[in-house]
């Protein structure tokens, strides 16, 4: 299927619909194809996560601990 990058605009539902049934959609611009929209397989899921998980450690920079009212403290005024 090719589908123009106006089309793909005004119609993306169902054409991911139809990248969803295993067909393979080809975009162009002014003629030109620039883009593909194919149908993912099981193999395409990494099996590992890709977005953050967990703490996050930072490291200690030796600063002292502040209460929530002396850092508004310490804040008002800037960016005013």
């Given at each position: 299927?090719?589908?123009?990058?106006?089309?793909f605009?005004?119609?993306?539902?169902?054409?991911?619909?139809?990248?969803?049934?295993?067909?393979?959609?080809?975009?162009?611009?002014?003629?030109?194809?620039?883009?593909?929209?194919?149908?993912?397989?099981?193999?395409?899921?990494?099996?590992?996560?890709?977005?953050?998980?967990?703490?996050?450690?930072?490291?200690?920079?030796?600063?002292?601990?502040?209460?929530?009212?002396?850092?508004?403290?310490?804040?008002?005024?800037?960016?005013?």
């Open positions: 299927m090719e589908t123009t990058a106006r089309d605009n005004q119609r993306s539902s169902q054409i991911l619909a139809a990248a969803a049934r295993g067909e393979t959609i080809t975009v162009t611009k002014n003629g030109v194809a620039v883009a593909r929209v194919v149908p993912m397989g099981d193999d395409d899921v990494p099996p590992y996560p890709t977005d953050p998980m967990g703490d996050i450690q930072l490291p200690d920079l030796g600063l002292p601990d502040l209460t929530d009212e002396e850092i508004e403290d310490a804040l008002k005024g800037m960016g005013s």
